[in-house]
């Protein structure tokens, strides 16, 4: 029984620092695409407007597996 208990623990622990890295790497990218915006509306460059698509992106993958992650499709 405790090793079951352990078990279930530990990779409920593993979830949750995944979890917390996900949302790390989601406040990173928000800061980022916030930069970019502010150089863009200051420079009006085209290259800012790749740079933002790419990080956009990066974000809406990032919150898609964290979606996938947080509430599972059940088969």
Known sequence: M???IMFYTSDQINREIEMSNAVKKIIKNLSDLNLITHEYLTYHE???QEQW???YDSL???IKRVEECAYPVMI
């Open 46 to 48: 085209k290259r800012m």
């Open 53 to 55: 698509a790419l990080q």
């Open 60 to 62: 809406s993958k990032i």
């Open 2 to 4: 405790i090793a079951v």
